[in-house]
């Protein structure tokens, strides 16, 4: 998502750098018209406002607080956007970290997945200091075809977000299960794909992650772990408010299960290799030699 980020701002025409471990990376981005570096700091001194899209809270903190992180290396009124999905209680503590060095931050939380991404259609779930929505100028706009302005403070992006990714994570869980059920029962997958596509049951996630599982291809657009940290942030915010949410709580567990047997990595579709396992099912398999 965010070398999709760092190319639909090149062509918004914003001068652009990224930061990466990987050459290969690197290389890329730079092929296509971007300035590349590894360094955070030498990013730092490049822009004016840096978004942040890294796995977690951990990596989130390492970017904005290291040796050679951002808030000692960003040039004073600079903005930091926080796009990692994290818990709430964060970014209001990151927010006031980065204000006593002299830079804002917005609470900036994303979805969309690498395709939206690639074509800046990105949905922005923002939070922060009108001062800090100001800095970034149309900087968000470039990467995200909607930024939705949520409240004053840090948080409240990573709030709405964290209830975007209890729906996603039981949709895909329960997309996974219902198409191992029709297979089970004998139905055509694709024909049941198809319909349900076309038919009240329909989701979202349904509609993204089922081609997946129809072309048995688990490449990760995003993982099994994902939803593992995702929905693990969900509970633990849900219960520090007493809150039930028995079908996220049966929805971890799949994703739980699933890494379990080895499928951390693979797309979060695979969830649906699990019920095969139980139910001896024979998962639609790759073509081979076909692109």
């Known amino acids: 998502m965010g070398m999709g980020a760092a190319l639909s701002s090149l062509r918004q025409g914003l001068a652009t750098w990224g930061c990466d471990p990987r050459p290969e990376a690197r290389a890329a981005f730079e092929q296509s018209g971007g300035r590349a570096t590894s360094s955070v700091a030498e990013l730092a001194r490049h822009c004016d406002v840096v978004l942040v899209l890294v796995l977690n809270a951990e990596q989130t903190a390492e970017v904005l607080f290291g040796d050679q992180g951002l808030a000692a290396a960003l040039k004073p009124g600079g903005v930091v956007v926080c796009s990692a999905t994290v818990d709430p209680s964060l970014p209001p503590v990151w927010e006031e970290r980065l204000a006593q060095s002299g830079h804002w931050l917005i609470d900036g939380p994303v979805s969309g997945g690498a395709k939206k991404a690639a074509a800046g259609q990105m949905t922005m779930m923002a939070s922060g200091k009108p001062e800090a ?30 209830v975007n990714q209890h729906l996603a994570g039981v949709h895909i869980a329960t997309a996974c299960e219902a198409m191992a059920l029709g297979m089970r029962a004998g139905a055509d997958p694709r024909q049941l794909y198809d319909v349900i596509c076309n038919s009240a049951g329909m989701s979202w996630m349904f509609e993204n992650r089922v081609p997946h599982i129809l072309d ?34 049966a929805a971890h567990q799949l994703y739980l299960a699933t890494a379990a047997m080895g499928l951390g990595d693979e797309d979060d579709s695979a969830v649906v290799k699990l019920y095969a396992q139980m139910a001896g099912l024979n998962l639609p398999q790759a073509v081979k030699g076909v692109e």
């Open 133 to 162: 929505f100001a800095a970034a100028g149309q900087v968000l706009e470039a990467f995200a075809g909607k930024v939705y302005r949520l409240g004053d403070k840090a948080g409240i992006g990573s709030t709405v977000k964290m």
């Open 216 to 249: 048995g291809d688990y490449t990760p657009l995003s993982a099994v772990n994902i939803f593992v940290k995702d929905l693990g942030i969900v509970l633990d915010a849900a219960r520090q408010l007493k809150f039930p949410l028995p079908l996220a709580a």
